[in-house]
């Protein structure tokens, strides 16, 4: 099989080359150009330096490499959503957004319609299985601890069926490096990258600059109404958020909601602060809908544990009905799993 | 699989001659060409012919060879030492909008930080200048006019002799970027009124990294940067023996067989335009029809992405560009394309293929059946770029 690798510079998506070579595939590594070299705004993989991470790690390989320009659709799909989502008074999740319209679906229909390759792979520790009919399923990775199949449950089967993920196969990130090494690349002792490729810069500055009307200051009102005082733009916080409120009252606050038409932040005790109702749209499934109203466990972030829930879904997305209380930034997707097998998810709405 | 290289335009191969040529220096001659004793004197000796060599392929005197580490030093040198040189007897800068970065980027930046004037000329749609136009934005402060021999993109010649006659006539030192011709085409300063002209060995099977800055006897010339008084004080630093030699070598083999091998590759490239012409739709030759290299064939194709295509033809075994290789990575159109008029939808889906002494027939045929099966692909995949 001719087999696309998006390569990002870092050892899992490099291993990820590795393999898929040794089990005899004709291995091409991808690597996308997200933003201009001197860019100052939010980055990921797109970087210079980890260009030319990659470009090295495919020598060492002796496989063809194309570095590609995905600028326009970063900027569009995720600077512009991640910049938009502090408008809106969201908590954005740029690694979902990438995922979504970056290299799932403008890589991959590359892939698949100009160069004439058979499927892509990435670096995702997370796994597809197939069934014998032919299907696909996206399932967590063997390695609990680096499970990242969060990330991917907006993906169908037009997807998973011509996705490749072999790290998430890997018994632990110490085999992924011992493989790295015998091959010698030199990505085998890079740090980690960060889960939330936007993290870590000054991306609040970055969104200031980007949509400065979510950060002019508001008032802060508890949940009756009072006028507590005020805070410096709602572009800087987010639900749930405790610290930083600048209000003395002699209790916790927290942040319980953000109503952005109002520029204003409602905030409460702890007691308040869990809900067991939230809005979702924007679902996705990655076999096929389990039915108008189904029993699942619903991830609420990026690596969080599972809780009881029903969704029940309507024409426009659908409620999730939390067996127990929590809180949840909206904007921020929530991911349906059986088992290790994600059924699919959606975002929380702010509704 | 079998490649076909066809993106000379960036770089050659080094012809085996000239690669032994260069190993021999490197393995026998150690020397520095500056030092008094033997060693430096067998260098200095090789040097001195390698420079006899290039000043006879262009019809020059030795003393009036300046060696440098290739294209973009020697198009600095030119403009910037000419500039600093006459400083006080103007500030006009006059070249073209389909210049090599190399001389763009360098007379902006004189423009910005030593408040030079500049008159960047326009092209007609092939890509020439009017000479007409450089007689006219030549003012009495002009102290050079730029205007590169054959376009490194679109492959248009410019009609360099008339320019330098209009220079002449107004004692404006003219440069020319022949980076492209030499080796390729005749260009014989003793007829050709230019003052300086850059060189570059990679672009002729040489190596890279070593090229020359023909700077012809009394024209004003000052050197860009400091340290030892090599190349009669006009470029500092130890030459590059080897890649000098080889330059040398290069440029003799490439003169002696031109008249055989230009008409050769030009050949070639019309049975690849006609080729591609009548196989793919919607499809745009750039350059000039008759006034070209003769190994140039720069398309633009509707409706798909340069980028896309240079891959697609990569994995197909074929390598090509989609137009300057120093401008790789980014998608803003080449600055040329749009000088010629093309839309910046149209300038994007650019494919610049440029043939070499490796080129055969049959791999023109390679191209294209190759070709006109991946631009449909392409265009089924986007159906607007």
């Known amino acids: ?351 | 699989m079998r490649r076909i290289y066809l993106d000379h335009a960036a770089t050659t191969p080094v012809d085996p001659r000239v690669a032994e040529a260069m190993a021999a220096v490197y393995r026998d001659a150690p020397g520095n060409p500056s030092s008094i004793h033997d060693e430096g004197r067998q260098a200095r000796a090789l040097m001195d012919t390698a420079r006899e060599r290039v000043a006879a392929a262009i019809g020059a005197e030795p003393s009036e060879i300046v060696f440098t580490s290739g294209g973009t030093e020697a198009d600095n040198l030119a403009v910037r030492g000419t500039v600093a040189a006459l400083r006080h007897k103007g500030d006009h800068v006059v070249t073209t909008a389909i210049e090599h970065h190399a001389v763009l980027d360098t007379v902006s930046e004189l423009e910005r930080e030593q408040n030079v004037r500049l008159t960047v000329l326009p092209v007609d749609r092939y890509g020439r200048v009017d000479p007409e136009d450089v007689r006219e934005a030549i003012t009495a402060r002009t102290v050079l006019v730029s205007v590169m021999h054959a376009n490194n993109e679109i492959g248009t010649i410019e009609p360099i002799a008339e320019i330098g006659r209009i220079c002449r006539e107004r004692n404006v030192v003219f440069h020319s970027d022949a980076v492209q011709t030499v080796g390729a085409l005749e260009v014989d300063v003793r007829r050709l009124p230019v003052d300086l002209l850059s060189l570059n060995a990679h672009k002729f099977y040489g190596p890279k990294g070593v090229g020359a800055l023909y700077v012809r006897k009394g024209t004003p010339f000052a050197r860009i940067q400091t340290g030892g008084g090599q190349e009669r004080d006009r470029r500092a630093g130890t030459e590059n023996v080897a890649g000098i030699v080889a330059m040398g070598a290069a440029l003799e083999i490439a003169t002696r067989e031109r008249a055989i091998e230009s008409p050769r590759l030009a050949r070639l490239r019309d049975l690849l335009l006609s080729g591609v012409r009548d196989a793919i739709d919607d499809v745009v030759v750039n350059g000039h029809p008759t006034e070209r290299l003769p190994n140039n064939a720069s398309l633009c194709v509707r409706g798909v992405q340069g980028e896309s295509l240079i891959v697609a033809l990569d994995l197909a075994g074929i390598a090509a560009s989609s137009g300057a290789a120093c401008t790789t990575g980014s998608l803003e159109p080449s600055h040329v394309l749009l000088a010629i008029g093309l839309s910046r939808e149209l300038a994007q889906g650019s494919l610049r293929l440029t043939l070499g002494r490796a080129t055969t027939d049959e791999d023109v045929d390679v191209v294209l059946g190759e070709l006109p099966r991946i631009v449909s692909r392409l265009r089924a995949a986007s159906p607007v770029a």
Not at chain 1, 36 to 56: I, K, L, N, S
Not at chain 1, 153 to 181: N, S
Request: net charge neutral; proline share 5%; glycine share 12%.
């Open chain 1, 1 to 351: 099989m001719k087999v696309f690798v998006a390569m990002s510079g870092g050892v899992d998506s490099s291993v990820a080359a590795a393999l898929l070579q040794e089990r005899g595939h004709e291995v091409v590594g991808v690597w996308m150009r997200l933003a201009p070299a001197a860019d100052t705004g939010p980055r990921c993989c797109g970087t210079f330096e980890a260009g030319e991470d990659a470009r090295r790690a495919a020598a060492v390989l002796g496989i063809p490499f194309y570095a590609l320009n995905y600028e326009d659709v970063f900027g569009r799909n995720v600077v512009d959503r991640f910049v938009g989502a502090y408008a809106e008074g969201e908590t954005p999740n740029p690694c979902v957004a990438c995922n979504q319209y970056v290299k799932f679906e403008a890589l991959l229909g590359d892939v698949l319609a100009k160069f004439g390759g058979d499927a892509l792979a990435t670096g995702h520790y997370a796994r597809v299985t197939r069934d014998p009919d032919g299907g696909a399923r996206l399932r967590r990775a063997t390695d609990a601890q680096k499970d990242q199949s969060y990330a991917l449950y907006m993906l169908g089967q037009r997807h998973l069926r011509r996705l490749l993920l072999p790290i998430g196969e890997l018994a632990d990130k110490a085999e992924t490096r011992r493989i790295a090494a015998r091959h010698g690349l030199a990505t085998a002792t890079k740090p980690d990258s960060q889960d939330i490729c936007f993290i870590g810069g000054d991306y609040r500055d970055f969104a200031r600059r980007r949509v400065p009307d979510a950060f002019v200051p508001g008032p802060i009102r508890s949940s009756e109404g009072a006028e507590l005082g005020m805070h410096e733009g709602i572009g800087a916080y987010t639900v749930g958020q405790r610290e930083g409120l600048g209000i003395a009252t002699g209790e916790r606050l927290y942040v319980l909601r953000i109503e952005p038409s109002a520029r204003a932040l409602v905030v409460g005790g702890r007691d308040e602060l869990g809900r067991t109702r939230y809005r979702l749209r924007d679902l996705r499934f990655t076999v096929t809908t389990p039915g108008a109203a189904f029993d699942i466990e619903v991830a609420l972030r990026y690596r969080g544990t599972p809780v009881s829930a029903e969704v029940r879904l309507d024409e426009r997305g659908a409620d999730l009905l939390l067996h127990e209380p929590a809180t949840v930034s909206p904007g921020q997707a929530a991911v349906f799993y059986r088992g290790d097998e994600v059924v699919g998810g959606g975002i929380v709405t702010s509704s």
